[in-house]
């Protein structure tokens, strides 16, 4: 992405975003997702634990593109609209 557009995209990631979540379902969806993510680390050893840990890092970087593609489709559709 060029300069303007990551710029753009951290300040809708940040300022834009947080409001269109439903808070309390949002909210919830996060505080049962940290418990169970507790609740399994409980029961790794620490080999186990590495690994999770990798995982979840992947999957927040295959996120984070998919986040970018979609930022970037919205803007190119933007730039379509009359």
């Known amino acids: 992405m060029t300069d303007?557009?990551?710029l753009l995209f951290e300040f809708v990631?940040?300022?834009r975003?947080?409001?269109l979540l439903p808070p309390k379902?949002?909210?919830h969806?996060?505080?049962l997702a940290a418990k169970a993510e507790d609740d399994?680390?409980?029961t790794f050893t620490k080999d186990q634990r590495d690994l999770l840990e990798a995982y979840e890092r992947a999957l927040f970087d295959q996120s984070?593109?998919?986040q970018r593609a979609l930022f970037q489709a919205a803007l190119?559709?933007?730039r379509e609209l009359p």
Do not use: T
């Open 29 to 31: 969806s996060s505080r």
């Open 40 to 42: 399994l680390l409980a």
């Open 4 to 6: 303007l557009m990551e």
């Open 13 to 15: 990631m940040e300022e």
């Open 17 to 19: 975003v947080p409001d």
């Open 76 to 78: 190119s559709l933007a």
């Open 25 to 27: 379902y949002y909210r």
């Open 64 to 66: 984070e593109l998919e």
